[in-house]
């Protein structure tokens, strides 16, 4: 059963057409990496499918259940989490305390105000289990806005990994991060993601990290999908790599 | 949780056991007080710990929800104008029913004012919130026939009883009988306001709201209704401010449209800021030091809102993270009297 | 009610407008361009009253002798209030306020909030606990007949003086070169400043502009009404009710809302005294949830 549907999505801007007729299905346990040149619609589509904008027309359907008008606390308990581009931590609070509140969130915790936040062993025992796999152990005790550019983009991807979602958006998670520490970060998603069985979107711009994880490959141009398929299709694909400029190298190497 | 297991956390966490010797220390010292000060000063006293409840309960808002509000004179009013209505038409004495009838009146309040307020944020909550109090201001100021307008309503500690009538304060040596009970009666209400506040923001709850206060958008994308969290927050606050209107009154033994004016909101405020609102124990001592700062400044000068407000400024543009900020800064954070001033956090 | 009772009511309404437009004007002008909001702006209005009746007081006395002269006299140094409240603005802007563009926008309404406890007792210590008026102008400037009763000319003079305001600050912003730099800093501030424009001078600029909108607010109502201490305060709020109808940062918004507002209060005091106040803090209340941006705000 396919997990995600988007039918027919559009969300217009005025004359920009950010998302344009888009029909996606996402089946359970994919890996699926969204690309395009920028202003192609990727995170527009992002957007709109996790409620943070509301399209204009179209469909958003999640386990079978038409989702289009659910708010985004809504969609987060039914179980689509995302991360951010732009890093969106709670700066004073220590990564600890970020990772927490997701899992206080999910157990449906944050309404009590009666229990000390920090005794309760489980969650502790979680929010360390998850910083560990997330390489952050050490960032334990450190606020996220003291925290370095890299670290601040796996926190953001750990928030939203800590909510157990079904479905994971990951914008962009290795933009703005130097060269050296984007495998190492995506190497650290892929696996964590692999292993939890969660289904992932990811937007992102790096050919080489696109092709590598993905099991299959969303070309995007114009707020419209211009083809979509396995890493193989989509690197013998002439029309695309026109679109994609740059990506000659990538496609020129073998896997 | 039970309230043991609760204890026993709060004495085993994190510095927690620097943290329960400092508070019991302070709370010994307090509770000695009276008997080396004059009750001059025990009122005085009085007056601080009130008005820490008061800042104690704003701060909720403003330092772990980032919610500043310019109108919290309509709780602390509402508390003090609920305690004199029912004194005086329902002959009411029992300090404990004045204080479950002020909390009844200031929850329907905030809660009602708050459903409407937290629609929005920043400046144009700030307006609102300020718009709504003046409502009160203005109702308490016209109605006069009920409210007694300008003149107010006397609230006569004579009348009151504590504890369920055990204690009541008819006959000669009343007064200096009152200022000695009534100070302690204050004090373990404060402290019980202190413990459960303490609790409040270093639970699940406590740190949600911090979560909004960091980062709205990211709190609801991890499943937090921000708009039903801050309401709950504006509410508790509301629910504070208006125990320190009550227990201001009998200590007062008047209550004016004069609390429920714009500029006693801002006194609020400027104690949490004098403080430092981003620290727990900050609009405490903010409280504490303003009562002292404005009662000698009233004394020694006509001026003294001039005095006051040049405070304010040279706070906000030097010292911005208030009295407790500044000291836990300064003291750096591996000393352990750093630690001590920063405890609870 | 009479006819001419209803068109004195009426003139009463447009006068008091004039005055709340003065102010919320001011005030709208400077988020608009600076978005921020100074609680002490009430308060610069009180310090426009009080330094236009001193000055006015001083030099021309205070009996209403001297006949067409002494009028003119007068009405010259009228202003010296709203010039004064300029200057105050433009020395506070760039020490108080301009470092605290950096920070959360709290700072700014905290700053402000201490502005407003020492300008209000900087008043109390300059002019002392009595009132002040400027009266003779009102009784040098007569009265004119309305139906079978008479009507305070001055008062219209005011009326006028509103409507040319709002006409002067529209061509202002809107037809003139500065009136461009204005609307473009407040648009886009750093490309603003990106095009060349002191954004510095600008905004110390605007906010004197506002500022002397509130003074020249206080210097027409003192011949009308008193200076008294603590008419800052109550201004301030009112103000606020106006721009949170009319929109902050609308100069339109500021108008219409200046005449609801004051229709709407003098209505209330003749047939609803008691909760007249009451009613005005809870239409703002009302805007505020229904169109938050108000009649003509932008966010």
């Known amino acids: ?255 | 949780m039970t309230t043991a297991a609760i204890v026993v956390g709060a004495a085993t966490g994190p510095s927690a056991s620097r943290l329960t010797v400092v508070a019991l220390v302070i709370l010994v010292v307090l509770a000695v007080l009276p008997y080396v000060i004059d009750p001059y000063q025990t009122v005085l006293l009085t007056y601080g710990l009130v008005m820490a409840i008061a800042a104690l309960g704003f701060n909720l808002l403003l330092g772990y929800t980032g919610l500043l509000s310019f109108g919290h004179s309509a709780y602390f009013g509402t508390g003090a104008y609920t305690v004199a209505f029912i004194m005086r038409d329902l002959g009411v004495q029992s300090m404990e029913l004045c204080i479950l009838g002020g909390l009844l009146g200031t929850f329907v309040v905030s809660a009602l004012f708050g459903f409407v307020c937290v629609r929005h944020t920043r400046i144009f909550f700030g307006i609102l919130t300020l718009a709504l109090s003046q409502v009160l201001w203005s109702l308490a100021f016209k109605f006069f026939w009920v409210t007694g307008g300008t003149d107010g309503i006397r609230v006569a500690y004579a009348k009151l009883t504590l504890f369920g009538g055990m204690i009541n304060f008819a006959g000669p040596g009343s007064f200096q009988r009152f200022v000695f009970a009534y100070y302690y009666y204050v004090l373990a209400l404060f402290a019980l306001a202190t413990l459960i506040m303490w609790i409040i923001v270093h639970s699940p709850f406590g740190k949600a709201l911090q979560a909004i206060r960091d980062n709205e958008t990211r709190a609801s994308f991890i499943g937090i209704s921000v708009r039903r969290y801050r309401w709950i927050a504006f509410v508790v606050s509301g629910v504070f401010t208006g125990l320190a209107g009550v227990l201001w009154v009998p200590l007062n033994g008047l209550t004016t449209p004069d609390i429920l004016y714009w500029p006693f909101s801002g006194e609020i405020v400027f104690m949490s800021v004098l403080g430092g609102f981003r620290t727990f124990t900050g609009p405490i001592v903010g409280a504490i030091v303003f009562n002292y700062l404005k009662t000698y400044a009233v004394a020694s000068t006509e001026y003294w809102q001039l005095l006051l407000g040049a405070v304010l400024v040279i706070l906000v543009m030097l010292l911005p993270a208030g009295i407790v900020g500044t000291v836990a800064r300064l003291a750096g954070k591996l000393s352990l009297a750093g630690k001590l001033i920063g405890w609870g956090k | 009610m009479t006819g001419t009772i209803f068109v004195i009511q009426l003139l009463n309404s447009l006068f008091y407008a004039a005055v709340l437009f003065l102010i919320a004007a001011g005030l709208s002008l400077i988020y608009g361009v600076m978005r921020i909001v100074n609680l002490a702006h009430g308060t610069l209005y009180a310090l426009g009253a009080y330094v236009s009746a001193w000055v006015v007081g001083s030099i021309m006395g205070h009996a209403a002798s001297g006949g067409s002269w002494a009028l003119l006299a007068s009405l010259l140094l009228l202003p010296a209030g709203a010039i004064a409240v300029a200057v105050v603005g433009a020395v506070m802007e760039p020490t108080l306020l301009r470092p605290l563009y950096r920070r959360p926008e709290e700072y700014h309404l905290l700053v402000t909030f201490g502005l407003l406890m020492i300008l209000e007792d900087a008043i109390k210590l300059m002019f002392g606990g009595t009132p002040l008026s400027a009266g003779s102008i009102m009784d040098l400037m007569g009265s004119i007949p309305v139906g079978r009763l008479i009507y305070p000319a001055y008062n219209l003079f005011v009326i006028a003086i509103g409507l040319a305001a709002a006409l002067g600050l529209w061509w202002f912003i809107y037809r003139t070169k500065f009136g461009v730099i204005l609307r473009a800093t407040a648009q886009d501030r750093r490309m603003a400043a990106a095009l060349g424009l002191n954004v510095g001078r600008v905004y110390v600029q605007a906010f004197a502009i506002g500022c002397f909108m509130a003074g020249l607010g206080g210097a027409v109502v003192v011949p009308a009404q008193a200076a008294v201490l603590g008419m800052g305060v109550e201004a301030l709020i009112l103000a606020f009710v106006v721009v949170v109808i009319g929109g902050l940062g609308s100069l339109e918004g500021a108008l219409v809302g200046a005449l609801i507002v004051s229709l709407v209060r003098t209505a209330g005091i003749q047939f609803f005294p008691e909760i007249e106040l009451a009613v005005l803090y809870l239409i703002a209340a009302a805007v505020l949830l229904v169109r938050p941006t108000g009649l003509f705000g932008r966010a």
């Open chain 1, 1 to 255: 059963m396919s997990l995600l549907e988007t039918v027919n999505l559009k969300k217009y801007f005025g004359e920009t057409r950010a998302v344009d007729d888009v029909t996606l299905t996402i089946a359970e346990g994919e890996f699926v990496s969204l690309v395009g040149p920028n202003g192609a619609g990727k995170t527009s589509l992002c957007n709109v499918v996790s409620a943070y904008l509301r399209p204009d027309s179209g469909q958003v359907i999640f386990k079978g259940a038409d989702v289009t008008r659910a708010s985004v606390t809504e969609r987060v308990k039914a179980g689509i989490a995302r991360s951010f581009q732009l890093v969106n931590l709670f700066d004073d609070l220590t990564a600890f305390d970020n990772v927490a509140l997701a899992i206080f969130s999910r157990q449906g915790k944050t309404r009590n105000m009666v229990a000390l936040a920090h005794l309760d062993r489980a969650v502790t025992a979680e929010v360390d289990s998850v910083l560990a796999q997330f390489g952050l152990a050490s960032k334990r005790s450190v606020l996220a806005r003291g925290m370095a550019q890299g670290e601040r983009k796996l926190l953001d991807v750990a928030l939203a990994y800590a909510l157990k979602p079904t479905l994971l958006f990951l914008d962009e998670p290795t933009s703005g991060v130097s060269t050296r520490d984007k495998g190492q970060i995506m190497d650290t998603i892929a696996s964590v993601v692999r292993r939890e069985g969660i289904t992932a979107v990811v937007v992102e711009h790096d050919m080489d990290v696109v092709f590598k994880y993905s099991d299959r490959i969303v070309v995007m141009h114009q707020g419209a999908i211009l083809a979509q398929g396995t890493p193989d299709a989509i690197r013998t694909n002439e029309q695309v790599a026109t679109i994609l400029l740059g990506a000659s190298d990538a496609f020129a190497r073998k896997d």
